[in-house]
Protein backbone atom coordinates (compact mmCIF):
# COMPACT_ATOMS: atom_id res chain seq x y z
CA UNK A 1 0.00 0.00 0.00
CA UNK A 2 1.10 3.54 -0.97
CA UNK A 3 1.16 6.07 1.44
CA UNK A 4 -1.62 8.21 1.86
CA UNK A 5 -2.21 11.54 3.88
CA UNK A 6 -3.94 10.60 6.96
CA UNK A 7 -5.52 12.02 10.33
CA UNK A 8 -4.12 10.42 13.23
CA UNK A 9 -7.89 9.04 14.49
CA UNK A 10 -8.63 7.33 11.24
CA UNK A 11 -5.59 5.74 10.29
CA UNK A 12 -5.31 3.83 13.60
CA UNK A 13 -8.93 3.21 12.88
CA UNK A 14 -8.42 1.93 9.27
CA UNK A 15 -5.35 0.17 10.70
CA UNK A 16 -8.03 -1.67 13.49
CA UNK A 17 -10.09 -3.16 10.27
CA UNK A 18 -6.81 -4.19 9.13
CA UNK A 19 -5.77 -5.92 11.86
CA UNK A 20 -8.85 -7.90 11.88
CA UNK A 21 -10.66 -6.22 14.15
CA UNK A 22 -14.30 -7.46 13.54
CA UNK A 23 -16.36 -5.69 16.21
CA UNK A 24 -16.19 -1.60 17.94
CA UNK A 25 -17.99 -0.59 20.78
CA UNK A 26 -17.66 2.92 21.35
CA UNK A 27 -19.50 5.89 22.93
CA UNK A 28 -18.89 9.39 22.10
CA UNK A 29 -16.54 11.97 23.97
CA UNK A 30 -14.02 14.69 22.27
CA UNK A 31 -11.09 14.84 21.38
CA UNK A 32 -11.78 10.99 19.86
CA UNK A 33 -15.15 11.37 17.82
CA UNK A 34 -13.43 10.67 14.66
CA UNK A 35 -12.47 7.10 15.92
CA UNK A 36 -16.25 6.16 16.12
CA UNK A 37 -17.20 8.06 13.06
CA UNK A 38 -15.19 6.41 10.86
CA UNK A 39 -15.65 3.24 12.03
CA UNK A 40 -19.08 3.66 11.93
CA UNK A 41 -18.88 4.07 8.24
CA UNK A 42 -16.13 1.43 7.55
CA UNK A 43 -17.19 -1.66 9.70
CA UNK A 44 -20.65 -1.24 8.03
CA UNK A 45 -18.92 -1.60 4.24
CA UNK A 46 -16.86 -4.19 5.77
CA UNK A 47 -20.09 -6.00 6.93
CA UNK A 48 -18.09 -5.85 10.69
CA UNK A 49 -19.81 -5.20 13.72
CA UNK A 50 -20.27 -1.47 14.67
CA UNK A 51 -22.20 -0.48 18.17
CA UNK A 52 -22.54 3.08 19.58
CA UNK A 53 -23.40 2.10 23.31
CA UNK A 54 -25.36 3.84 25.77
CA UNK A 55 -22.34 4.85 28.13
CA UNK A 56 -19.07 3.83 27.64
CA UNK A 57 -19.58 1.36 30.92
CA UNK A 58 -22.06 -0.45 28.68
CA UNK A 59 -19.00 -0.33 25.78
CA UNK A 60 -16.61 -1.87 27.46
CA UNK A 61 -18.94 -4.61 28.49
CA UNK A 62 -20.03 -5.08 24.92
CA UNK A 63 -16.45 -5.30 24.08
CA UNK A 64 -16.16 -7.99 27.68
CA UNK A 65 -18.81 -10.05 25.47
CA UNK A 66 -17.30 -10.06 22.24
CA UNK A 67 -14.05 -10.77 23.20
CA UNK A 68 -15.40 -13.75 25.35
CA UNK A 69 -17.13 -15.00 22.15
CA UNK A 70 -13.72 -14.73 20.53
CA UNK A 71 -13.92 -12.03 18.43
CA UNK A 72 -10.66 -9.55 17.42
CA UNK A 73 -12.52 -6.22 19.65
CA UNK A 74 -11.75 -2.96 20.24
CA UNK A 75 -13.21 0.57 21.90
CA UNK A 76 -12.09 4.27 22.16
CA UNK A 77 -12.52 6.82 24.26
CA UNK A 78 -10.73 9.69 26.11
CA UNK A 79 -9.19 10.15 29.34
CA UNK A 80 -12.68 10.65 31.29
CA UNK A 81 -14.53 8.42 29.20
CA UNK A 82 -11.71 5.91 30.02
CA UNK A 83 -11.93 6.53 33.63
CA UNK A 84 -15.88 4.74 33.46
CA UNK A 85 -14.45 1.74 31.39
CA UNK A 86 -11.93 0.50 34.26
CA UNK A 87 -14.16 -1.48 36.09
CA UNK A 88 -14.54 -3.23 32.88
CA UNK A 89 -10.82 -3.28 32.06
CA UNK A 90 -10.57 -4.94 35.66
CA UNK A 91 -13.35 -7.70 34.80
CA UNK A 92 -11.04 -8.41 30.89
CA UNK A 93 -8.01 -8.48 32.97
CA UNK A 94 -9.17 -10.83 35.43
CA UNK A 95 -10.72 -13.06 32.94
CA UNK A 96 -8.28 -13.20 30.84
CA UNK A 97 -9.80 -11.64 27.57
CA UNK A 98 -7.95 -9.85 24.81
CA UNK A 99 -9.08 -6.26 23.70
CA UNK A 100 -7.60 -2.94 22.30
CA UNK A 101 -8.80 -0.14 23.61
CA UNK A 102 -7.45 3.20 22.51
CA UNK A 103 -7.25 6.22 24.64
CA UNK A 104 -7.17 9.83 22.70
CA UNK A 105 -6.07 12.11 26.51
CA UNK A 106 -6.81 15.68 26.92
CA UNK A 107 -7.00 17.51 29.91
CA UNK A 108 -8.29 17.18 33.32
CA UNK A 109 -9.11 16.31 36.17
CA UNK A 110 -13.23 16.27 36.15
CA UNK A 111 -14.38 17.53 33.06
CA UNK A 112 -11.38 19.19 32.81
CA UNK A 113 -10.71 20.65 28.98
CA UNK A 114 -10.73 18.90 25.44
CA UNK A 115 -7.21 20.48 24.55
CA UNK A 116 -3.94 17.33 24.37
CA UNK A 117 -2.76 16.67 27.48
CA UNK A 118 -0.74 13.60 29.14
CA UNK A 119 -2.57 13.67 32.65
CA UNK A 120 -3.62 9.82 32.07
CA UNK A 121 -0.20 8.43 32.27
CA UNK A 122 -1.07 6.88 36.10
CA UNK A 123 -4.62 6.25 34.68
CA UNK A 124 -3.16 3.66 31.77
CA UNK A 125 -0.01 2.70 33.50
CA UNK A 126 -1.21 2.22 37.13
CA UNK A 127 -4.54 0.38 36.63
CA UNK A 128 -7.97 2.51 38.03
CA UNK A 129 -9.76 -0.73 38.35
CA UNK A 130 -9.34 -3.48 41.34
CA UNK A 131 -7.14 -6.00 41.80
CA UNK A 132 -3.70 -6.29 41.08
CA UNK A 133 -3.27 -6.08 36.75
CA UNK A 134 -1.62 -4.63 34.24
CA UNK A 135 -2.30 -3.97 30.77
CA UNK A 136 0.40 -3.21 28.33
CA UNK A 137 0.25 -0.02 27.41
CA UNK A 138 1.27 1.85 23.79
CA UNK A 139 2.18 5.62 23.12
CA UNK A 140 3.47 6.61 20.00
CA UNK A 141 4.35 9.61 18.42
CA UNK A 142 3.37 9.42 15.04
CA UNK A 143 0.70 8.64 12.79
CA UNK A 144 2.62 5.89 10.92
CA UNK A 145 3.76 4.51 14.69
CA UNK A 146 0.28 4.55 16.08
CA UNK A 147 -0.60 2.55 13.10
CA UNK A 148 2.14 0.08 13.24
CA UNK A 149 1.48 -0.07 17.40
CA UNK A 150 -2.21 -0.87 16.52
CA UNK A 151 -1.63 -4.27 14.32
CA UNK A 152 1.22 -4.98 17.37
CA UNK A 153 -1.38 -4.15 20.25
CA UNK A 154 -3.93 -6.78 18.48
CA UNK A 155 -1.38 -9.47 18.06
CA UNK A 156 0.00 -9.06 21.70
CA UNK A 157 -3.73 -9.48 23.05
CA UNK A 158 -4.17 -12.26 21.46
CA UNK A 159 -0.81 -14.30 22.58
CA UNK A 160 -0.71 -12.84 25.70
CA UNK A 161 -4.78 -12.81 26.94
CA UNK A 162 -4.77 -9.71 27.91
CA UNK A 163 -6.17 -6.21 27.21
CA UNK A 164 -4.29 -3.69 25.58
CA UNK A 165 -4.11 0.05 25.74
CA UNK A 166 -2.92 3.00 23.27
CA UNK A 167 -2.41 6.46 24.53
CA UNK A 168 -2.71 8.65 21.97
CA UNK A 169 -2.17 12.63 23.08
CA UNK A 170 -4.79 14.63 21.58
CA UNK A 171 -2.84 16.57 18.90
CA UNK A 172 -1.43 13.24 17.32
CA UNK A 173 -5.37 12.31 17.17
CA UNK A 174 -5.76 15.52 15.66
CA UNK A 175 -3.02 15.59 12.80
CA UNK A 176 -2.27 14.72 9.60
CA UNK A 177 0.89 12.80 8.70
CA UNK A 178 1.76 10.60 5.76
CA UNK A 179 1.08 7.07 6.82
CA UNK A 180 1.30 3.33 5.39
CA UNK A 181 -0.62 0.52 6.22
CA UNK A 182 1.62 -2.64 6.59
CA UNK A 183 -0.23 -5.20 8.94
CA UNK A 184 2.01 -8.17 10.17
CA UNK A 185 1.32 -11.26 10.13
CA UNK A 186 -1.33 -12.36 12.54
CA UNK A 187 -0.61 -14.06 15.76
CA UNK A 188 -1.76 -17.51 15.74
CA UNK A 189 -4.14 -18.23 19.29
CA UNK A 190 -6.63 -21.16 18.88
CA UNK A 191 -9.22 -19.11 21.06
CA UNK A 192 -11.98 -22.27 21.00
CA UNK A 193 -9.81 -23.39 24.49
CA UNK A 194 -11.52 -20.61 26.66
CA UNK A 195 -14.18 -18.35 23.86
CA UNK A 196 -18.12 -19.11 25.29
CA UNK A 197 -18.63 -19.17 21.59
CA UNK A 198 -21.67 -21.43 22.03
CA UNK A 199 -19.77 -24.28 20.61
CA UNK A 200 -20.31 -26.72 23.67
CA UNK A 201 -21.27 -29.41 21.02
CA UNK A 202 -17.77 -29.69 19.73
CA UNK A 203 -15.91 -29.52 22.87
CA UNK A 204 -16.19 -29.45 26.74
CA UNK A 205 -18.32 -26.18 27.66
CA UNK A 206 -16.35 -22.89 28.38
CA UNK A 207 -16.54 -20.26 31.17
CA UNK A 208 -15.28 -16.75 31.06
CA UNK A 209 -14.84 -15.53 34.27
CA UNK A 210 -13.02 -13.78 36.76
CA UNK A 211 -14.59 -14.97 40.12
CA UNK A 212 -12.98 -17.63 42.28
CA UNK A 213 -14.03 -17.66 45.76
CA UNK A 214 -11.22 -20.01 46.70
CA UNK A 215 -8.47 -17.82 48.42
CA UNK A 216 -5.82 -20.28 47.22
CA UNK A 217 -7.47 -20.64 43.56
CA UNK A 218 -7.71 -16.44 43.56
CA UNK A 219 -4.11 -16.61 44.43
CA UNK A 220 -2.85 -18.96 42.00
CA UNK A 221 -4.89 -17.46 39.14
CA UNK A 222 -2.95 -13.81 40.14
CA UNK A 223 0.58 -15.94 40.17
CA UNK A 224 -0.67 -17.30 36.20
CA UNK A 225 -1.09 -13.93 35.03
CA UNK A 226 1.42 -12.59 36.54
CA UNK A 227 4.24 -14.77 34.65
CA UNK A 228 2.71 -13.68 31.63
CA UNK A 229 3.84 -10.24 32.67
CA UNK A 230 6.91 -11.07 33.56
CA UNK A 231 7.16 -13.11 29.79
CA UNK A 232 5.41 -9.28 28.78
CA UNK A 233 8.07 -7.30 30.32
CA UNK A 234 10.72 -9.55 28.61
CA UNK A 235 9.52 -9.55 25.00
CA UNK A 236 7.55 -6.84 24.91
CA UNK A 237 9.36 -3.75 26.05
CA UNK A 238 9.75 -0.72 23.17
CA UNK A 239 11.35 2.56 23.59
CA UNK A 240 13.75 4.66 21.17
CA UNK A 241 17.25 5.36 23.06
CA UNK A 242 19.21 7.90 21.48
CA UNK A 243 21.79 8.96 23.90
CA UNK A 244 24.84 10.17 22.64
CA UNK A 245 28.25 8.95 24.15
CA UNK A 246 28.98 12.50 25.51
CA UNK A 247 25.62 13.43 27.00
CA UNK A 248 25.13 15.68 29.77
CA UNK A 249 21.73 15.63 30.07
CA UNK A 250 18.60 13.09 28.83
CA UNK A 251 15.45 13.96 27.92
CA UNK A 252 13.03 11.31 29.05
CA UNK A 253 9.54 11.95 26.83
CA UNK A 254 6.78 10.07 25.05
CA UNK A 255 3.72 10.60 21.96
CA UNK A 256 4.26 13.61 20.79
CA UNK A 257 6.55 15.94 23.25
CA UNK A 258 9.24 13.40 22.40
CA UNK A 259 9.57 15.61 19.06
CA UNK A 260 9.53 18.79 21.08
CA UNK A 261 11.96 17.39 23.23
CA UNK A 262 14.23 15.96 20.03
CA UNK A 263 14.07 19.55 18.93
CA UNK A 264 15.01 20.98 21.97
CA UNK A 265 17.77 18.64 21.65
CA UNK A 266 19.06 19.92 18.62
CA UNK A 267 18.66 23.88 19.77
CA UNK A 268 20.97 22.60 22.96
CA UNK A 269 23.56 20.92 20.29
CA UNK A 270 23.84 24.20 18.54
CA UNK A 271 24.81 25.86 21.58
CA UNK A 272 27.34 22.80 22.26
CA UNK A 273 25.13 20.94 24.67
CA UNK A 274 24.98 17.21 24.22
CA UNK A 275 21.52 16.03 25.04
CA UNK A 276 20.00 12.76 24.78
CA UNK A 277 16.30 11.06 24.49
CA UNK A 278 14.97 7.92 26.30
CA UNK A 279 11.50 7.55 24.83
CA UNK A 280 9.14 5.01 26.39
CA UNK A 281 6.89 3.70 23.82
CA UNK A 282 5.65 1.29 26.30
CA UNK A 283 5.05 2.66 29.19
CA UNK A 284 4.18 -0.56 30.30
CA UNK A 285 6.10 -2.64 30.38
CA UNK A 286 9.05 0.90 31.70
CA UNK A 287 11.56 0.64 29.45
CA UNK A 288 13.91 0.07 33.03
CA UNK A 289 16.93 -0.95 31.53
CA UNK A 290 17.55 1.79 29.25
CA UNK A 291 18.05 3.94 32.42
CA UNK A 292 20.91 1.94 33.74
CA UNK A 293 22.61 2.31 30.47
CA UNK A 294 23.13 5.87 30.22
CA UNK A 295 26.95 6.97 30.18
CA UNK A 296 28.38 8.71 33.37
CA UNK A 297 28.59 11.90 31.58
CA UNK A 298 24.75 12.53 31.99
CA UNK A 299 24.22 15.17 34.85
CA UNK A 300 20.08 15.01 34.74
CA UNK A 301 17.21 13.36 33.30
CA UNK A 302 14.47 15.82 32.87
CA UNK A 303 10.93 14.31 32.27
CA UNK A 304 8.74 16.69 29.95
CA UNK A 305 5.58 15.79 30.32
CA UNK A 306 2.04 17.42 29.66
CA UNK A 307 1.16 16.84 33.17
CA UNK A 308 1.91 17.67 36.92
CA UNK A 309 4.57 14.72 37.43
CA UNK A 310 3.39 11.11 36.93
CA UNK A 311 5.63 9.39 34.32
CA UNK A 312 8.53 10.78 36.27
CA UNK A 313 7.56 8.32 39.46
CA UNK A 314 8.82 5.52 37.03
CA UNK A 315 11.89 7.35 35.87
CA UNK A 316 12.86 7.66 39.38
CA UNK A 317 12.27 3.87 40.41
CA UNK A 318 14.67 3.12 37.51
CA UNK A 319 17.14 5.26 38.06
CA UNK A 320 16.96 4.21 41.34
CA UNK A 321 19.29 7.38 42.94
CA UNK A 322 21.93 7.05 40.33
CA UNK A 323 21.06 10.57 38.70
CA UNK A 324 18.99 13.10 39.90
CA UNK A 325 15.54 13.51 37.57
CA UNK A 326 13.69 16.63 37.28
CA UNK A 327 10.22 16.99 35.31
CA UNK A 328 8.96 20.03 33.49
CA UNK A 329 5.48 20.10 32.22
CA UNK A 330 2.49 22.05 31.08
CA UNK A 331 -0.89 21.46 31.74
CA UNK A 332 -4.58 21.96 30.92
CA UNK A 333 -4.14 21.62 27.67
CA UNK A 334 -0.74 24.10 27.31
CA UNK A 335 1.86 22.75 25.25
CA UNK A 336 5.69 23.76 26.08
CA UNK A 337 7.81 25.28 23.37
CA UNK A 338 11.48 23.41 22.21
CA UNK A 339 12.95 26.32 23.81
CA UNK A 340 11.38 26.48 26.81
CA UNK A 341 12.08 22.70 27.62
CA UNK A 342 15.91 23.31 26.33
CA UNK A 343 16.20 26.47 28.81
CA UNK A 344 14.96 24.19 31.37
CA UNK A 345 17.98 21.75 30.96
CA UNK A 346 19.88 24.94 30.67
CA UNK A 347 18.74 25.60 34.17
CA UNK A 348 19.23 22.18 35.74
CA UNK A 349 22.66 22.08 34.27
CA UNK A 350 23.53 25.14 35.71
CA UNK A 351 22.33 24.15 39.18
CA UNK A 352 24.46 21.19 38.84
CA UNK A 353 22.81 17.78 38.55
CA UNK A 354 24.56 15.17 39.23
CA UNK A 355 27.59 15.75 41.61
CA UNK A 356 31.01 14.56 40.14
CA UNK B 1 -41.13 -55.75 35.43
CA UNK B 2 -38.95 -53.09 33.45
CA UNK B 3 -38.25 -49.73 35.13
CA UNK B 4 -39.35 -46.55 33.05
CA UNK B 5 -38.07 -43.30 33.69
CA UNK B 6 -40.73 -40.65 34.16
CA UNK B 7 -38.86 -38.10 35.61
CA UNK B 8 -34.71 -37.41 35.17
CA UNK B 9 -32.98 -34.39 35.84
CA UNK B 10 -33.07 -31.91 33.00
CA UNK B 11 -29.81 -32.38 30.88
CA UNK B 12 -29.88 -28.71 30.31
CA UNK B 13 -28.45 -28.73 33.81
CA UNK B 14 -24.74 -29.57 35.28
CA UNK B 15 -23.96 -32.22 37.61
CA UNK B 16 -23.21 -29.66 40.48
CA UNK B 17 -25.19 -29.29 43.28
CA UNK B 18 -27.12 -25.91 43.34
CA UNK B 19 -25.64 -23.98 46.17
CA UNK B 20 -28.86 -21.90 46.93
CA UNK B 21 -30.86 -21.89 50.18
CA UNK B 22 -33.49 -24.05 50.94
CA UNK B 23 -37.12 -22.61 49.37
CA UNK B 24 -35.33 -20.50 46.89
CA UNK B 25 -37.24 -19.70 43.60
CA UNK B 26 -33.53 -19.58 41.80
CA UNK B 27 -33.13 -23.55 41.69
CA UNK B 28 -37.03 -23.93 40.12
CA UNK B 29 -36.12 -21.15 37.66
CA UNK B 30 -32.70 -22.90 36.71
CA UNK B 31 -34.47 -25.63 35.86
CA UNK B 32 -36.85 -23.94 33.30
CA UNK B 33 -34.11 -22.31 31.28
CA UNK B 34 -32.44 -25.73 31.14
CA UNK B 35 -35.39 -28.06 29.91
CA UNK B 36 -36.75 -25.22 27.78
CA UNK B 37 -33.34 -24.90 26.22
CA UNK B 38 -33.12 -29.07 25.64
CA UNK B 39 -37.06 -28.91 24.63
CA UNK B 40 -35.97 -26.40 21.93
CA UNK B 41 -32.70 -28.02 20.64
CA UNK B 42 -30.35 -25.19 21.41
CA UNK B 43 -28.73 -25.96 24.09
CA UNK B 44 -25.23 -26.93 22.51
CA UNK B 45 -25.84 -23.26 21.33
CA UNK B 46 -26.60 -21.54 24.20
CA UNK B 47 -24.04 -18.92 25.79
CA UNK B 48 -25.55 -18.11 29.91
CA UNK B 49 -24.38 -14.67 31.17
CA UNK B 50 -24.67 -14.93 35.06
CA UNK B 51 -24.77 -11.65 37.25
CA UNK B 52 -23.33 -10.35 40.28
CA UNK B 53 -25.81 -11.55 43.14
CA UNK B 54 -27.00 -14.89 44.62
CA UNK B 55 -27.14 -16.47 40.61
CA UNK B 56 -23.86 -15.28 40.34
CA UNK B 57 -22.68 -18.83 40.18
CA UNK B 58 -25.59 -19.83 37.40
CA UNK B 59 -22.86 -20.42 35.06
CA UNK B 60 -21.66 -23.46 36.90
CA UNK B 61 -25.05 -25.03 36.07
CA UNK B 62 -26.49 -24.09 33.01
CA UNK B 63 -24.70 -26.67 30.91
CA UNK B 64 -23.46 -24.81 28.16
CA UNK B 65 -20.92 -22.13 27.60
CA UNK B 66 -21.27 -19.06 30.34
CA UNK B 67 -19.65 -15.73 31.01
CA UNK B 68 -19.84 -13.97 34.42
CA UNK B 69 -20.40 -10.50 34.11
CA UNK B 70 -19.95 -7.37 36.47
CA UNK B 71 -22.98 -6.03 38.41
CA UNK B 72 -25.52 -5.31 36.18
CA UNK B 73 -23.94 -5.03 33.11
CA UNK B 74 -25.10 -8.59 32.52
CA UNK B 75 -27.39 -6.97 28.53
CA UNK B 76 -24.49 -5.48 27.49
CA UNK B 77 -22.26 -8.04 27.55
CA UNK B 78 -24.62 -10.39 25.87
CA UNK B 79 -25.36 -8.32 22.97
CA UNK B 80 -21.57 -8.20 22.82
CA UNK B 81 -21.39 -11.63 22.62
CA UNK B 82 -24.51 -12.24 20.65
CA UNK B 83 -23.04 -9.87 17.89
CA UNK B 84 -19.78 -11.62 17.89
CA UNK B 85 -22.28 -14.78 17.10
CA UNK B 86 -25.39 -13.96 16.20
CA UNK B 87 -26.63 -17.90 15.06
CA UNK B 88 -25.95 -18.84 18.69
CA UNK B 89 -28.47 -18.06 21.56
CA UNK B 90 -27.64 -15.49 24.52
CA UNK B 91 -29.45 -14.68 27.55
CA UNK B 92 -28.43 -12.86 30.68
CA UNK B 93 -30.06 -14.17 34.19
CA UNK B 94 -30.37 -11.75 36.76
CA UNK B 95 -31.77 -10.35 39.58
CA UNK B 96 -33.21 -7.49 40.88
CA UNK B 97 -30.42 -5.17 42.47
CA UNK B 98 -28.47 -6.17 39.57
CA UNK B 99 -31.33 -5.00 37.05
CA UNK B 100 -33.46 -2.84 38.52
CA UNK B 101 -31.07 -0.60 40.74
CA UNK B 102 -27.11 -0.97 39.22
CA UNK B 103 -28.02 -2.21 35.35
CA UNK B 104 -31.11 -0.13 34.41
CA UNK B 105 -29.09 1.82 31.82
CA UNK B 106 -27.94 -1.08 30.25
CA UNK B 107 -31.43 -3.42 30.68
CA UNK B 108 -33.48 -0.36 29.06
CA UNK B 109 -31.01 0.16 26.16
CA UNK B 110 -30.93 -3.64 25.38
CA UNK B 111 -34.62 -3.18 25.13
CA UNK B 112 -34.03 0.25 22.90
CA UNK B 113 -32.06 -1.16 20.60
CA UNK B 114 -33.92 -4.30 20.16
CA UNK B 115 -30.98 -6.66 20.99
CA UNK B 116 -31.75 -10.20 19.45
CA UNK B 117 -31.20 -11.10 23.56
CA UNK B 118 -33.41 -13.08 26.20
CA UNK B 119 -33.32 -11.62 30.30
CA UNK B 120 -34.42 -13.91 32.77
CA UNK B 121 -35.01 -11.71 35.39
CA UNK B 122 -35.33 -12.50 38.93
CA UNK B 123 -37.81 -10.25 41.22
CA UNK B 124 -37.63 -11.42 44.97
CA UNK B 125 -37.97 -7.49 46.06
CA UNK B 126 -34.62 -7.68 47.83
CA UNK B 127 -30.83 -7.82 47.62
CA UNK B 128 -30.23 -11.64 48.42
CA UNK B 129 -26.69 -12.27 48.52
CA UNK B 130 -25.18 -8.94 50.77
CA UNK B 131 -27.50 -10.09 53.20
CA UNK B 132 -31.08 -9.05 52.54
CA UNK B 133 -30.83 -5.32 52.11
CA UNK B 134 -33.59 -2.91 50.31
CA UNK B 135 -33.71 -3.47 46.29
CA UNK B 136 -35.92 -0.97 43.99
CA UNK B 137 -38.46 -3.98 43.87
CA UNK B 138 -38.42 -4.09 47.94
CA UNK B 139 -42.62 -3.37 48.74
CA UNK B 140 -43.95 -0.19 50.99
CA UNK B 141 -43.39 -1.41 54.38
CA UNK B 142 -41.23 -3.88 53.94
CA UNK B 143 -38.40 -4.46 56.47
CA UNK B 144 -34.89 -5.05 55.24
CA UNK B 145 -31.17 -5.02 56.50
CA UNK B 146 -31.15 -1.45 54.86
CA UNK B 147 -35.01 -0.53 56.00
CA UNK B 148 -35.53 -1.51 58.94
CA UNK B 149 -38.42 0.51 60.06
CA UNK B 150 -40.01 -0.57 56.49
CA UNK B 151 -39.40 1.09 53.32
CA UNK B 152 -40.95 4.10 53.00
CA UNK B 153 -42.39 6.12 50.04
CA UNK B 154 -41.13 9.62 51.30
CA UNK B 155 -37.35 8.22 51.22
CA UNK B 156 -37.16 5.46 48.81
CA UNK B 157 -40.54 5.98 46.25
CA UNK B 158 -42.59 3.68 44.99
CA UNK B 159 -40.99 -0.01 43.32
CA UNK B 160 -40.39 0.13 40.43
CA UNK B 161 -42.08 -1.78 37.88
CA UNK B 162 -39.35 -3.06 34.90
CA UNK B 163 -41.51 -5.22 32.09
CA UNK B 164 -44.31 -1.98 32.85
CA UNK B 165 -41.20 0.33 32.27
CA UNK B 166 -39.66 -1.52 29.31
CA UNK B 167 -43.19 -1.80 27.61
CA UNK B 168 -42.69 1.32 26.93
CA UNK B 169 -39.57 1.34 25.07
CA UNK B 170 -40.62 1.12 21.59
CA UNK B 171 -38.35 -1.76 20.10
CA UNK B 172 -38.81 -4.24 23.23
CA UNK B 173 -40.92 -7.43 21.70
CA UNK B 174 -41.80 -9.88 24.18
CA UNK B 175 -42.45 -9.02 28.02
CA UNK B 176 -43.84 -11.18 30.31
CA UNK B 177 -43.95 -11.41 34.35
CA UNK B 178 -45.10 -14.61 36.06
CA UNK B 179 -44.35 -16.00 39.17
CA UNK B 180 -43.07 -19.66 40.88
CA UNK B 181 -45.22 -19.59 44.04
CA UNK B 182 -47.31 -23.16 43.34
CA UNK B 183 -47.31 -25.38 40.35
CA UNK B 184 -49.61 -23.96 37.65
CA UNK B 185 -47.47 -20.86 37.96
CA UNK B 186 -44.49 -22.79 37.53
CA UNK B 187 -45.86 -24.08 34.53
CA UNK B 188 -47.27 -20.76 33.13
CA UNK B 189 -43.54 -19.44 33.92
CA UNK B 190 -41.82 -22.66 31.60
CA UNK B 191 -44.45 -21.88 29.13
CA UNK B 192 -43.39 -17.63 29.51
CA UNK B 193 -39.42 -19.11 29.22
CA UNK B 194 -40.43 -21.01 26.02
CA UNK B 195 -41.75 -17.86 24.39
CA UNK B 196 -38.75 -16.12 25.26
CA UNK B 197 -36.43 -18.08 23.54
CA UNK B 198 -38.54 -18.86 20.61
CA UNK B 199 -38.48 -14.95 20.35
CA UNK B 200 -34.58 -14.57 19.86
CA UNK B 201 -34.40 -17.95 18.07
CA UNK B 202 -37.04 -15.86 15.11
CA UNK B 203 -35.04 -13.62 15.00
CA UNK B 204 -37.60 -10.99 16.52
CA UNK B 205 -35.38 -8.74 19.20
CA UNK B 206 -36.03 -8.27 22.87
CA UNK B 207 -37.62 -10.35 25.10
CA UNK B 208 -37.82 -10.53 29.08
CA UNK B 209 -39.56 -12.53 31.65
CA UNK B 210 -39.99 -11.43 34.99
CA UNK B 211 -40.30 -13.83 37.77
CA UNK B 212 -41.53 -12.94 41.40
CA UNK B 213 -39.47 -15.19 43.08
CA UNK B 214 -39.79 -16.25 47.26
CA UNK B 215 -36.74 -15.45 49.26
CA UNK B 216 -37.86 -16.85 52.40
CA UNK B 217 -34.17 -16.52 53.67
CA UNK B 218 -33.62 -12.95 52.91
CA UNK B 219 -37.15 -11.41 54.39
CA UNK B 220 -36.81 -13.78 56.81
CA UNK B 221 -39.85 -16.52 56.62
CA UNK B 222 -40.66 -20.04 56.10
CA UNK B 223 -40.70 -21.21 53.03
CA UNK B 224 -44.02 -21.92 52.55
CA UNK B 225 -44.73 -18.06 54.36
CA UNK B 226 -42.67 -16.82 51.60
CA UNK B 227 -44.55 -18.42 48.60
CA UNK B 228 -47.86 -16.99 50.69
CA UNK B 229 -45.90 -13.72 50.40
CA UNK B 230 -45.52 -13.64 46.36
CA UNK B 231 -48.97 -14.68 46.35
CA UNK B 232 -50.57 -12.13 48.85
CA UNK B 233 -48.28 -8.84 49.01
CA UNK B 234 -46.05 -9.12 45.83
CA UNK B 235 -48.87 -10.00 43.12
CA UNK B 236 -51.33 -7.15 44.05
CA UNK B 237 -48.51 -5.22 43.13
CA UNK B 238 -46.89 -6.40 40.12
CA UNK B 239 -49.71 -8.15 38.08
CA UNK B 240 -49.01 -11.35 36.47
CA UNK B 241 -49.56 -11.32 32.34
CA UNK B 242 -48.33 -10.41 28.95
CA UNK B 243 -47.23 -6.86 28.88
CA UNK B 244 -45.74 -7.01 25.12
CA UNK B 245 -46.29 -9.23 22.79
CA UNK B 246 -44.88 -9.15 19.12
CA UNK B 247 -43.87 -6.02 19.64
CA UNK B 248 -47.44 -4.74 20.67
CA UNK B 249 -48.58 -3.22 23.86
CA UNK B 250 -51.19 -5.63 25.34
CA UNK B 251 -54.44 -4.65 27.71
CA UNK B 252 -52.21 -4.70 30.57
CA UNK B 253 -49.79 -1.70 29.77
CA UNK B 254 -52.50 -0.17 28.06
CA UNK B 255 -52.62 -1.31 24.53
CA UNK B 256 -55.65 -2.82 22.41
CA UNK B 257 -54.60 -6.70 22.18
Keep these: ?356 | MATKVIYDKSKGLDEKPFHYCPGCGHGIVHKLIAEVLVELGVLDKTISVSPVGCSVLAYDYFNCDGVQAAHGRAPAVAIGLKKACPDKIVFSYQGDGDLASIGTAETVHAAHRGDNTTIIFINNAIYGMTGGQMAPTTLIGQKTSTSPFGRSKKNCGLPIKVVEMLAQVPSSHYLERTSVHDFANIRKTKAAIKKAFQTQIDGKGFSMVEILSPCPVGWGIAPIKAMDFVKEQMMPYYPLGVYKDNGELTKLSGGEK
Design chain 1, 1 to 356: MAKVLMKGNEALSEAAIKAGCTAFFGYPITPQNEIPEYLSERMEQEGLVFVQAESEVAAINMVYGASAAGARVMTSSSSPGIALKQEGISYLAGARLPCFICSVTRAGPGLGGILPAQADYFQAVKGGGNGDYYTPVYAPNSVQEATDLVFRAFNVADEYRTPVQMIVDGMLGQMMEPVELNPPPRVKVDKELYATSGNSDKRKRNIVNSLNLSGLGLEQMNHERFRDYEKIKEKETLSEYDVPKDAEIVFCAYGVPSRIAKNAISLLKKEGISAGLIRPITLWPFPEKDFLKLPKTVKAVLVTELSMGQMIEDVRLALNGSIPAYHYGRVGGVVFEPDEIAEEAKRILKKGGKKK
